[in-house]
């Protein structure tokens, strides 16, 4: 993450809809373009957010990328398959219709997950999610075990040689090296997102170095939810306000 001090707690304004011309837009999904749901495949993506995308990236010449802690094979099945993606923190990378590139699944990611798997053994709500190259252990239904869930990956992390990647409810395995924001400086330097200026929106502390990244390359990041200690320039209030950001965008009222 960038060294740059976090902006204070008070609330940072609202993006103008001019960030929106000539960006390279880099969007996070869970709690940002959908709501995060209980479980993992709890969530929907609609045909209006889907279409509305579709304009959007249209309107930039392709620039228009989800970055997602989730992993390609996910995001397509949700319906994503025509957009650029970066996926598992930065550690994947597809285009529409290509190959995924990324690193080979782990043995030790395979001893992660029985773990985790023993751990959820007979505590209802707490749940494991296999990816494509890492797992997620989900204590949203039992924070009640969300300290024992943290002391369990950073013990694997350390003796399996991974990465622990917390999140909202969650901690996730995976190996290490990569980054939101190193996603944002890869797809930076390729076509179509390169010549953009980078705007960066999410919501979680695991977009942090992505805010930091589009903050370094001369854009921006918005930030989506309650004030915290964030790296972003700008907020909206909830996953409403970043629709109908984009709507803005979409209908030219940039300001």
Do not use: C
């Amino acid at each position: 993450m960038s060294e740059s001090t976090p902006s204070p707690l008070p609330d940072l304004p609202p993006p103008p809809a001019s960030l929106l011309v000539g960006a390279a837009l880099f969007l996070d999904f869970d709690g940002t373009l959908a709501p995060i749901a209980d479980t993992p495949d709890g969530v929907i993506v609609d045909n209006d957010l889907l279409a509305m995308l579709a304009r959007l990236r249209d309107g930039l010449e392709g620039r228009l990328a989800i970055v997602s802690g989730r992993s390609i094979t996910t995001l397509r099945d949700l319906g994503f398959a025509d957009f650029l993606l970066a996926g598992t923190h930065g550690l994947e990378f597809a285009g529409p219709g290509e190959d995924v590139e990324a690193p080979p699944r782990r043995p030790a990611v395979d001893d992660a997950e029985a773990a985790f798997h023993a751990f959820a053994d007979g505590k209802p709500g707490v749940l494991v999610e296999r990816k494509s190259i890492s797992v997620g252990l989900h204590f949203r239904g039992a924070p009640q075990w969300g300290v024992d869930a943290g002391e369990l990956a950073s013990e694997l992390a350390a003796r399996l040689g991974l990465a622990v990647q917390p999140g909202k409810m969650l901690f996730e395995l995976r190996p290490g090296g990569a980054d939101k924001g190193s996603a944002v400086h890869t797809l930076m330097t390729r076509m179509p997102m390169a010549g953009g200026r980078p705007l960066f929106i999410g919501d979680d502390v695991t977009d942090e170095e992505g805010f930091a990244a589009a903050a370094q390359l001369g854009g921006a990041g918005i930030l989506v939810g309650p004030p915290r200690e964030t790296l972003a320039a700008f907020s909206l209030e909830q996953v409403a306000a970043v629709r109908h950001y984009l709507q803005r965008g979409l209908s030219g009222r940039a300001e």
